[in-house]
């Protein structure tokens, strides 16, 4: 397991050699051509909601492209305290922005600018009560031929166009962004890192894994599971009665095209590379099984030694732990911005 030491300050490094199996460049150009759209004024409509214990809140909405906004929420230090670090989270399946409130309630006291986005087909952007089943039926639709990919990718963008509206605020410091998130939001936490080096630093929880070793060693219905709908309903679209890797790979084709290739954990992950990044795992998760991570780290640890930077790269291990974050994951994962993002407490 790779460690990190608390440091006073980001040691200064350089670039990190690229890595002979990957082309970041092309890598990262082809990902970006994948999720482009035409962007629009992001056009921000904010509701302050209010403040207590010395922390502001509010819910504002943004145009992440032509007919869609984002809604989301912040909390920040209530007393001015110049620019601030900014760490961007991301929920899980079927969850919403407002899982992250209590601990955008930790980030805030400690200084930071802390922000929550629903997820495409998620939250406030899915019919009431709908849980997640308005996300499978989006699944659903871009399999039999519809736009977007919002199986993953669209969350890249989304995050993206947040982070040009956070840019342009005289309380953010654009040189300070972190970026969390649990689960699918793990997933899109290393994909949105590998592809926008603004992200200053970043954690990964449940996220981090190789989707073509799933596949070769039959583990892939651990994290198919999340979409049972859409899954079956694609299968019997295809005639399929016995859902099997092969099929798997087709849907994976079709609605997050590269998944288990060329964006895989192994070839984005070394994107990252020297930024901090720090991965959470559960010792049992078998959505992110141990050696499926393990060749995430496999490609991406040698850059960080060559650019002298073996303490921007961290697994923690969660003992005894299934597809969940505990509190000393948590714990870990604000212990991780404290150190490279540096905020001030207020």
């Keep these: 397991m790779l460690s990190a030491q608390a440091a006073d300050a980001p040691k200064p490094v350089a670039p990190a050699p690229l890595a002979a199996k990957v082309d970041v460049a092309a890598t990262r150009t082809a990902f970006l051509q994948l999720i482009d759209r035409p962007r629009v004024p992001a056009a921000v409509e904010i509701k302050d909601t209010g403040a207590a214990n010395g922390v502001a809140h509010a ?3 943004y145009a992440s492209f032509a007919d869609q906004r984002v809604p989301g929420i912040w909390a920040k230090p209530g007393q001015g305290t110049g620019r601030l670090p900014v760490v ?50 989006a699944i659903l639709a871009v399999w039999r031929g519809g736009p977007g990919h919002p199986f993953f990718y669209d969350t890249v963008w989304d995050v993206m166009r947040l982070v040009d509206y956070l840019q342009t605020r005289d309380d953010v410091d654009s040189k300070r962004i972190g970026l969390v998130g649990v689960s699918k939001g793990g997933i899109e936490t290393y994909l949105t890192a590998a592809v926008d080096p603004r992200i200053t630093a970043a954690v990964s929880c449940l996220g981090v894994e190789s989707f073509r070793w799933a596949l070769d060693n039959d583990l892939w219905s651990h994290r198919t ?21 092969a099929f798997v790979r087709k849907l994976y084709d079709k609605v997050a095209p590269g ?12 994107l990252i590379a020297p930024r901090p990044f ?33 303490d921007r790269l961290k697994l923690f291990v969660q003992p005894s732990t299934p597809h969940k974050v505990t509190p000393a994951g948590y714990q870990a994962a604000l212990d991780w911005f404290k150190q490279w993002l540096k905020p001030t407490a207020p």
């Design 59 to 61: 819910h504002f909405t």
């Design 259 to 270: 998944i288990y290739g060329q964006f895989d954990g192994p070839a984005m992950v070394p």
């Design 278 to 310: 720090l991965i959470i795992n559960g010792e049992l998760d078998l959505r992110t099984p141990k050696a499926a991570v393990q060749e995430c780290l496999d490609a991406v640890q040698p850059l960080y030694h060559a650019a002298n930077g073996d």
């Design 88 to 137: 961007i989270m991301l929920h899980g399946t079927g969850g919403k922005k407002e899982d992250m409130k209590a601990e955008m309630e930790k980030y805030a006291a400690a200084g930071f600018f802390a922000v929550a986005i629903d997820g495409p087909f998620h939250g406030e952007r899915a019919a009431p009560g709908a849980g997640n089943k308005d996300y499978q039926a």
């Design 225 to 245: 599971e999340t979409i049972p709908t859409a899954l079956a309903a694609a299968a019997k679209d295809a005639g399929v009665t016995t859902v099997d890797a």
